[in-house]
């Protein structure tokens, strides 16, 4: 970099640089890492450096891209009016037990942002509070079971992020099971996790409708410079309606039996908002309620089996007794 005729470079720690970069980023409402490195008298690589430390130390940084393409790094706004974030040790063990949860986000950058949180508790902690952290974090065992890998898919969740983060428009290919590869223009809303899988859900102006795009059928994603705002009624349960799972449809009355051999792992449980459970005498359970999905309800109800049978309606019992028939055959000897 060209240096300012008879002023020396300026030669000085990390930290007092850091605390150069805070000040100027601080000051004006965003910056160059050209316009950084000439108040700075630093190099831009240097910059880099620099700003990528003050997001590992917490620092909300933000990369816009201006109307003639370059890039001006800022803190958010308000960022300066924040209170310090402190936790006691009980909130502490609550998060160490919660990550233990989030292994399904194995191979996103959202594990990457774990572990990045984490590394800022674990530095800001004396090492026996760390120790003893740990250990409570691991008496708390999650067993997954077809968790999906999504490490191949890690740099497109990266845009994802982004565009969910600042409300920008994308542009994506997407391929349907069974289905030719199509285009959407999307209004990213919300990043729904269902059934040990990431899904997307949005706006998808070609369809005129909210649609739900499954992560791993996602072949690429633009983000787009144009933004949108979020109706101020949506809500992410608009995603999936009546659905009993994700796929909404045509409501089914919805009558089963559960024969005491299963019956308590069913009862007390919430399946759906619309369910009443009823204790029959001879220590079975019957449960009602209104939800679309055949195909989920038949997987969720063939879990049970043969300890359960579908009372209503007649087109899922139909259904059911059609699959049952269908597998039975494939066990019969020849």
Known sequence: MKKSPGKPAKKYSQAARLHDVIRLLEARYGMTVTELAEECQIDRRTVY???????????????????????????????????PITFSLEELMTLYLCRGQLAFLHGTPFADDLDALFGRIRFSLPPRSVAHLER????????????????????????????????????????PARRQTEDYLVDPYTLLFYGNSLYLGGFAHNRGSLRLFLVDRIASVQVLAER?????????????????????????????RFGSEVAHLVRG????????????????????????????????LFSFLPHVEILAPPSLRRACAGALASASALYKES
């Open 49 to 83: 450096r620099d700003l990528d430390a003050l997001r590992s130390a917490g620092y909300p940084l933000v990369a816009e891209r201006a109307e003639d393409g370059t890039v001006l790094y800022r803190f958010m706004a308000g960022f300066s009016r924040l209170r």
């Open 136 to 175: 409570i974090g691991e008496t708390v065992a999650p067993k997954f079971q077809g968790v999906r890998d999504y490490s191949e898919q890690k740099g497109m969740l990266v845009e994802l992020r982004r565009a969910l983060l600042f409300q920008s428009r994308c542009a994506l290919r997407y391929t």
């Open 269 to 300: 449980r919430h399946w759906h908002p619309t369910q009443c459970l009823t204790e029959e005498s001879d220590g079975c359970l019957l449960l009602e309620f209104s939800a679309a999905g055949e195909r989920e309800i038949l997987g969720w």
């Open 228 to 256: 949108f705002e979020i109706p101020a009624e949506y809500t992410a349960a608009d995603l999936t309606g009546s659905a009993f799972g994700l796929v909404d449809g045509p409501l089914l009355p919805v009558r089963v």
